[in-house]
């Protein structure tokens, strides 16, 4: 059997060279080496099958500014950089054994923000503004994974003023925009560019009754633009016969969304010095233009397949006594296409119904917490995207139980220790994209982690 191996370094250092000013920096590198299929989890042997070597490394910078004596600056700026990097030779079937191809994409990107805090006019006034900036650059000799540039900017302009004790309001407005520029491969190479921009408002209101317990409202608006895959890709998929074709009249999904819900925060519920936080979120967002590729036809090609509605009630409670503590969340969502091809089907990548529970105790004067998760998720309904009319297939939900453990060492040395699904259940993550008839389950079975965090300096 072929086994995913894995290789990974993490470095994090915080400098705090001046009063009010921090500097955290950090870098990952991962290395994978694994074999793909044309259908993951599929055992078919007419599947093109690749030997894949992954690497991905990612950079980040952070830097904070909050004087204690000026309540006009609270500034933040971040500056990431991530480069993947993929590599698949062929090795079935027969007469495919030796082909290569790679995808490279490369993201750069920074955001700043500053919050500045004043009183006036019997009000507490919060007014946030910001900036955001990425560019992604994507290669490959492939059509079908799609090269080529994009940058996506924005600004935005938030303001929170406070009454009292009882009133809240949050009034913000966004900007968003995007360029897209790349090659159509096929029928021919063609240069080609895209582009489109939008201001999303937002409103929130919320009122305290009385100590502890908040009502709230919001409506806000959001904007997803296309990727250079969605615009650009063509050609075939996994050496197979099916085409994909660009499609330069793609436009950008936009939602609408309301939520309603209630916050608690009380203190000394139980026992002195205990801490009660709850809260209940319920939801409904409206998405125009939901982008998807279009599986019934030949060409393929990613498109506005239609609208898409999502909808659910979310509630999580934490209680903490000192010694120990518990946290109860759970979700329940219907998320699903409410027109064209797809309507009726359920969304792809979209949150589940589930619950879970995390208890824990500190001991040895809270130098070491240990405890225990359990993980409920609910059925999960799979569509055909290739044959809408068909007899959709429902799994069953599964149950994990994990484990862990966090011993402070002393100020500076932090050691963690888990075991996720310590009882190795079997199971197939449903927002992967493994295949409904697959042999085997894609979901990780037991598996052990250990951490040791050291901290040089103050």
Known sequence: MDRERVTSGYLKTTLRPADGHELKLGAILQRYNDQITGSSGSTSPTLSRYDTNTTNQTYTAAYTWKPDDNELIDFSANAYHNRTRAEQTQVAPASGIGNFRFYDVATSGFNVKNSSRFDAWGL?????????????????????????????????????????????????????????????????????????????????????????????????????????????????AHGGGDTYRPNLLLQPETAKNWEAGVNVKYDDVLTADDRLRAKLNVFHTAVEDYIDVDLTVLPRTAINIGDARLKGVEAEMVYDYGSGFVNLSGALIDAKVVSGVYSGQALNNTPLDRFSATIGFRMLEDQLTVGAQYLSVGKITRTSRTNPNALPVVDDGFDLVNVFANWRVNDNLKLDFGVDNIFNTAYTDPQSAWSTSAATEQGKGRTFKVALTGRIGG
């Not at 955001?132 to 940058?151: I, K, V």
């Open 124 to 236: 507490a006034h919060t007014l946030t503004y910001g900036l955001d900036y990425y560019y992604l650059e994507a290669s490959s000799e492939a059509a079908h994974f799609g090269a080529g540039e994009q940058q996506g900017y924005g600004g935005f302009l938030q303001w929170q003023g406070d009454y009292e004790d009882w009133l809240q309001v949050i009034t913000a407005m966004r900007y968003d925009g995007y360029q897209l520029d790349g090659e159509t491969r096929i029928p021919s190479p063609q240069e080609a560019s895209i582009s489109g921009d939008r201001w999303s408002p937002r409103l929130t209101v919320g009122v305290t009754p009385f100590d502890g317990f908040q009502l709230y409202g919001t409506y806000s608006e959001g904007y997803r633009a296309p990727g250079l895959q969605d615009v650009f890709r063509g050609g075939g």
